[in-house]
């Protein structure tokens, strides 16, 4: 995984020594239920869940520069959310965030990047992201990253218990990204 920066943060791939940071905030009911999983029970089930992210190689560490800490991550997936649309090139985006970092922009900060990477070094045609209706916050970045809803669906969260929820699915073209970012630039 090629190591992404931006001013405030490091994306980065996942090292075991993270596992404290990891369960600092994958033990909150405010972060693993939001996003389709149960609570971390201890440091050793964090630790379990970095040496998938190692071995999948498609979730960064999200560092914050100024405590040289994890303080989330953030996924780029190879998943197809709109079959009609699978000849095109596509990933899904997908985050979370420790609750102390919530509100400084951090999580729109790190989505912009990761579109820049997807966008203009993978060469991605299309990025999704997804989140349950109840996640207002989710719903904030996705606004504020340039995605454009395109439709909700019933989802079931397996790893919490078989809950059943909507899912409002959004995306972003490659030519809506260019667009937006040269709109933004100017």
Known sequence: MKVLETERLVLRPWREC????LF?????????P?????????????KAIINMFIKD??????????????IGSIGLHKRIPDETLKELEQREVGYVLNPKYWGKGYVPEAVKRV?????????????????????KNSRRVC????????????????????????SLFYNISKAEYYTTVKKSHE
């Open 18 to 21: 993270d596992s404290g940071d």
């Open 24 to 32: 600092e905030y994958a033990c909150s009911e405010l972060v693993g």
């Open 34 to 46: 939001n996003a389709g999983w149960k609570p971390h029970k201890d440091e050793k089930e964090s």
């Open 57 to 70: 190689q498609d979730v960064y560490a999200i560092e914050l520069k100024s405590e040289n800490k994890v």
């Open 115 to 135: 579109l820049e990477y997807g966008f203009k070094e993978i060469g991605l045609e299309l990025i999704w992201c997804a989140h349950a209706d109840f996640n």
């Open 143 to 166: 606004e504020k990253s340039g995605f454009n809803y395109k439709f909700t669906k019933k989802d079931v969260y397996t790893l919490l218990d078989n809950k059943e929820v909507n």
